[in-house]
């Protein structure tokens, strides 16, 4: 199977759960912190490309949440300065497989990758985030391991 490079948020619910859909379809994952990888224009950008700009971003960023960010707003330059200045706006999991690339977990990369695992099943690819009725740990918690999930 493919060697699959997962851009995460470390102790997000809904990308772990991604990440054992894809080692269940046999893929070898190699995770990456979203927060703290050396992002540049230019190569996030290729995470994007055919995407409209306010789909890069994370809808459920403490930005975007609160209306002081609105992804429709922003042209794609605008965007990616603002992401690799702040990785939280950043749509997650960002995938890298064999020179292909994609933002989210719903696209025909991903669909190519599990899709097959899915077959007979109702359940969709997780998207989101996982905790309904509590807001994610900050990424400073995160990062210095008082959070793990």
């Known amino acids: 199977m493919a060697k699959v490079v997962f851009y995460e948020k470390p102790g997000c619910g809904t ?4 990440k054992r859909l894809l080692e269940a379809a046999g893929h070898a994952v190699e995770a990456r912190s ?10 996030l950008e290729a995470f994007f490309r055919g995407l409209p700009v306010p789909s890069w971003f994370n809808p459920a960023a403490p930005g975007i949440k609160s209306g002081a960010v609105d992804p429709r707003t922003f042209s794609g330059p605008q965007a990616l ?5 702040e990785p939280l ?15 989210g977990f719903d696209g025909p990369l991903v669909q190519g990758l599990v899709g097959h695992s899915l077959t007979g099943q109702t359940a969709e690819l997780p998207q989101g985030c996982s905790h309904r009725h509590a807001p994610c740990p900050a990424p400073a918690a995160v990062l210095a391991g008082e959070v793990t999930s």
């Open 34 to 43: 979203l927060l703290t990888e050396p992002w540049t224009v230019e190569r």
């Open 81 to 85: 300065a603002l992401m690799v200045e």
């Open 15 to 18: 990308n772990a759960r991604q």
């Open 89 to 103: 706006f950043i749509r997650r999991p960002l995938i890298e497989v064999e020179g292909a690339r994609c933002a």
